[in-house]
């Protein structure tokens, strides 16, 4: 649990200096979410709970924890043992809709870390396509219900 409390303290550090986050920042950031990767359960927490908290400027740093987190975790470990794309998948309707939280202006980064992760298979289509719907019109009621409908099947 001491790695977990090393996570938290420093993600919550990302609040000490004005986005953009540095690449220093987020080698760290990954590096110790590794060291925690046993308690897996705990830094997805962690981390869903900062996209949901944080100001708004902090949404797409956010994002950005989470595409490094599971970029390393499929890297060292590979696709079949990576415990950390599941685990963000189960409430990832939700935490999505707390990164369009964030500036307008900022809006496209997510679609760009979307589409990164279609192109790369991070997470599987029927995961993506439901949230680049949300991201073209988070009020239109097909991506509510796609919204709905990913949080259904995730469960």
Same mark, same amino acid.
């Given at each position: ?47 869903? !709970?900062? =996209? ?16 490094? +987190? @599971? &970029? ?17 998948? !189960?409430? =990832? ?16 980064? +997510? @679609? &760009? ?43």
């Amino acid at each position: 649990m001491e790695a977990v409390r090393g996570f938290n303290q420093e993600l919550s550090s990302l609040y000490e200096s004005k986005p953009p986050i540095s690449r220093a920042k987020m080698t760290m950031l990954t590096k110790m979410a590794m060291k925690a990767i046993k308690f897996y359960k705990h830094v997805v927490q962690s981390v869903e !709970k900062f =996209i949901l908290k944080c100001r708004p400027e902090y949404k797409v740093p956010g994002l950005y924890v989470v595409d490094a +987190i @599971v &970029r390393q975790c499929r890297h060292q470990f590979g696709a079949d043992k990576d415990v950390f794309v599941p685990r963000f998948t !189960k409430n =990832i309707a939700t935490t999505f809709q707390n990164l369009f939280k964030c500036p307008p202006d900022q809006k496209n980064k +997510i @679609v &760009r870390v979307l589409n990164l992760w279609q192109k790369n298979s991070v997470f599987s289509s029927e995961v993506i396509q439901p949230l680049l719907d949300l991201a073209g019109n988070p009020n239109s009621p097909h991506a509510l219900l796609a919204g709905m409908a990913l949080k259904y099947c995730s469960q």
